[in-house]
């Protein structure tokens, strides 16, 4: 169990930008999530995949931003023509299915987004 | 709409003090309640996990209790360290969704 990895840890991007976030989950993990924190907040839901399918989104997610999860492996997170107020730390985590009320989350150490 | 309030902000204690940091929510139906430690620019590490059904959850230093009719759940720490320094986070699961709604977090500062 090496954990969930993120990368990169750090992005300083230019408005206007494309970036594109990589998550690796716990390898045996069937679900994984996204989540976007700013400073001094909890973190706020974006999307989850069951394997490979997305099967929730946030109404936070406009169509500038896309996920994928193909294979169910690994994830991404793309960000396109980036704004100023999209600067946040994004979090991935990943669980195994055990039922809803049992359902424990593990997260990466996240992607700093910085927007100039 | 489920909403997650924390209370305090922010603590600050000496070493050794036990404390309790307050979580709660305004919409009953939940499938459960997860309090994660933060510490700063890192994710988040699961503490504990609560389910509806349970009262409370016991781990070493650490207990979390829940009581879903009045929506609140506390964070007991005992005997507190400067390791402890973090902000934690409660975060509750409802409906059917599998998403988690955070509270925004206790800052918690254990000085030696």
């Known amino acids: 169990d090496t954990g969930v990895s993120q990368n990169p840890r750090h992005k300083i991007t230019k408005r206007g930008q494309n970036v594109t976030f990589r998550c690796d989950p716990i390898?045996?993990?069937?679900?994984l999530y996204w989540y976007r924190q700013t400073l001094g907040q909890g973190p706020e839901f974006l999307t989850y995949?069951?394997?490979?399918?997305?099967?929730?989104k946030s109404r936070l997610l406009s169509d500038r931003f896309s996920a994928e999860r193909p294979k169910g492996s690994f994830s991404t997170l793309e960000i396109q023509r980036t704004e100023q107020g999209d600067s946040a730390m994004y979090l991935c985590?990943?669980?195994?299915?055990?039922?809803?009320?049992?359902?424990?989350?593990?997260f990466g150490s996240g992607t700093q987004l910085s927007v100039l | 709409k489920q909403e997650v309030t924390q209370i305090p902000a922010a603590l600050s204690v000496p070493e050794g003090e036990n404390l309790v940091l307050n979580c709660s929510f305004t919409?009953?139906?939940?499938?459960?309640l997860q309090w994660f430690r933060q510490d700063p620019g890192k994710g988040l590490t699961s503490l504990l996990l609560?389910?509806?059904?349970?009262r409370e959850q016991t781990s070493g230093r650490l207990n979390a209790s829940l009581d879903k009719s009045s929506g609140r759940s506390t964070l007991y720490i005992a005997a507190s360290q400067p390791g402890d320094s973090a902000t934690y986070l409660c975060?509750?699961?409802?409906?059917?969704?599998?998403?988690?709604?955070f509270g925004s977090g206790t800052r918690l500062l254990v000085r030696p």
């Open positions: 995949f069951q394997n490979e399918a997305q099967l929730e």
């Open positions: 609560i389910q509806s059904s349970q």
């Open positions: 985590a990943s669980s195994l299915s055990r039922g809803i009320a049992n359902e424990k989350l593990f």
């Open positions: 975060a509750v699961t409802k409906d059917s969704s599998y998403k988690l709604i």
């Open positions: 390898s045996e993990h069937n679900r």
């Open positions: 919409d009953s139906a939940i499938y459960n």
